[in-house]
T-cell receptor
Framework: EAGVVQSPRYKIIEKKQPVAFWCNPISGHNTLYWYLQNLGQGPELLIRYENEEAVDDSQLPKDRFSAERLKGVDSTLKIQPAELGDSAVYLCASSLRTGPYEQYFGPGTRLTVT | KQEVTQIPAALSVPEGENLVLNCSFT??????LQWFRQDPGKGLTSLLLIQSSQREQTSGRLNASLDKSSGRSTLYIAASQPGDSATYLCAVRNDYKLSFGAGTTVTVRA
């Protein structure tokens, strides 16, 4: 069974530029999560999808961040414009919608904003 | 708000020694607790998941215990190997949200 796929793995951009991250979850997983992980810290949830619906986006900075999951499978997270403080690892995870809700993570995208 | 703490932040042991990693959380009304492993530059790999009704879970050399009433979980790794060197994170689930600790970085010296 293929795991969670993310691309790109690494991205270096200048501040004020836009950037997008892509995630393909495990087949059959209805729930998809985007996390932000700063160096030396645990991941923090940005947004959670149930199929194509964003059911928890309370931690997503909506002035510059947006996300979509149009067909309830793949998802894209976008930042526009990027700031220096956005440098971090962006992780995507997926799980089944029924218990125990074990989450499986992708390899992440390491973003560096210069 | 759930707060998850992992102490120590870093640990170095000689090969063969048993590892004991601690995790504490403030809100005991959890659904389950997961232990993850993270290698440098990589994503998180799930090691063990303990349901709130369970006291422990085992997989090979790994054993995780859960004391929900005191807000604690412990991950034991028996007979450590250099390949066990990584950062170990615990995460607790309340409702639909997973709250993570900052992790314990383990170095196993050959």
């Amino acid at each position: 069974e293929a795991g969670v796929v993310q691309s790109p793995r690494y991205k270096i951009i200048e501040k004020k530029q836009p950037v997008a991250f892509w995630c393909n979850p495990i087949s059959g997983h209805n729930t998809l999560y985007w996390y932000l992980q700063n160096l030396g810290q645990g991941p923090e949830l940005l947004i959670r999808y149930e199929n194509e619906e964003a059911v928890d986006d309370s931690q997503l900075p909506k002035d510059r961040f947006s996300a979509e999951r149009l067909k309830g499978v793949d998802s894209t997270l976008k930042i526009q414009p990027a700031e220096l403080g956005d440098s971090a690892v962006y992780l995507c995870a997926s799980s089944l919608r029924t218990g125990p809700y074990e989450q499986y993570f992708g390899p992440g995208t390491r973003l560096t904003v210069t | 708000k759930q707060e998850v703490t992992q102490i120590p932040a870093a640990l170095s042991v000689p090969e063969g020694e048993n590892l004991v990693l601690n995790c504490s959380f403030t809100d005991s009304a959890i659904y389950n607790l997961q232990w993850f492993r993270q290698d440098p530059g990589k994503g998180l790999t799930s090691l063990l998941l303990i349901q709130s009704s369970q006291r422990e879970q085992t997989s090979g050399r790994l054993n995780a215990s859960l004391d929900k009433s005191s807000g604690r979980s412990t991950l034991y790794i028996a007979a450590s190997q250099p390949g066990d060197s990584a950062t170990y994170l615990c995460a607790v689930r309340n409702d639909y949200k997973l709250s993570f600790g900052a992790g314990t970085t383990v170095t196993v010296r050959a």
